[in-house]
């Protein structure tokens, strides 16, 4: 029971690379999310997906796009890398919104900005 | 907008003895309050939840408790054991599918 699975697990770009980030889910659950973790700062939410065909931003939108390609896969660009989105990225799932059903979470990706 | 704070950053107990984290939240109208542990090099995992119509809740060595009022709650782990060594997270509903979330706390359990 694979759950929910993120690709790759590390990563490093140059400023200004481009790069994409893949997240599945097999426990089909309708909501998915994109955090990144930074040291002392907790997870905060960068895009959701409430259902597929939809998305909607989160607290640090800003430098990144997503796309629900359906309903098990939720990916996360990167158009052009910078330094200060060094990270550690996370995505989760959901049956319903996380403030209705628990969000389950992939190992994480954790992605250097050189 | 909602904003968390969670204490200890850091917590040492001997192994066998109580820890308590607790976290403090702005707004009154967050009614949904998780608690997640992660593991190094893992992503966060469910242990416990409170929802703002309970005052607290168990399970097994794990309990919540809320105080609606005072607008904290507060993780409480009795007999702790290794295994109960990781980083702790408290979290508070924003929307239907926001969570704003603590800094965290590494629990270190002593031998």
């Known amino acids: 029971n694979a759950g929910v699975t993120q690709t790759p697990k590390f990563q490093v770009l140059k400023t200004g690379q481009s790069m994409t980030l893949q997240c599945a889910q097999d426990?089909?659950?309708?909501?998915m999310y994109w955090y990144r973790q930074d040291p002392g700062m907790g997870l905060r939410l960068i895009y959701y997906?409430?259902?597929?065909?939809?998305?909607d931003k989160g607290e640090v939108p800003n430098g990144y796009n997503v796309s629900r390609l359906n309903k098990r896969e939720f990916s996360l660009r990167l158009e052009s890398a910078a330094p200060s989105q060094t990270s550690v990225y996370f995505c989760a799932s959901s049956e319903k919104g996380a403030r209705l059903t628990e969000a389950f979470f992939g190992q994480g990706t954790r992605l250097t900005v050189v | 907008g909602e904003n968390v704070e969670q204490h200890p950053s850091t917590l040492s107990v001997q192994e066998g003895d109580s820890a308590v984290i607790k976290c403090t939240y702005s707004?009154?109208?967050?009614?949904?309050f998780p608690w997640y542990k992660q593991e190094l090099g893992k992503g966060p995992q469910l242990i416990i939840d409170?929802?703002?119509n309970v005052g607290e809740k168990k399970d097994q060595r794990i309990a919540v408790t809320l105080n609606k009022t005072a607008k904290h709650f507060s993780l409480h782990i009795t007999e702790t054991q290794p295994e109960d060594s990781a980083v702790y997270f408290c979290a508070v509903s924003y929307s239907n599918y926001q969570l704003i979330w603590g800094a965290g706390t590494k629990l270190i359990i002593k031998p």
């Open positions: 707004d009154s109208a967050s009614n949904y």
């Open positions: 997906s409430a259902s597929e065909g939809t998305t």
């Open positions: 426990m089909n659950h309708n909501s």
């Open positions: 409170i929802r703002s």
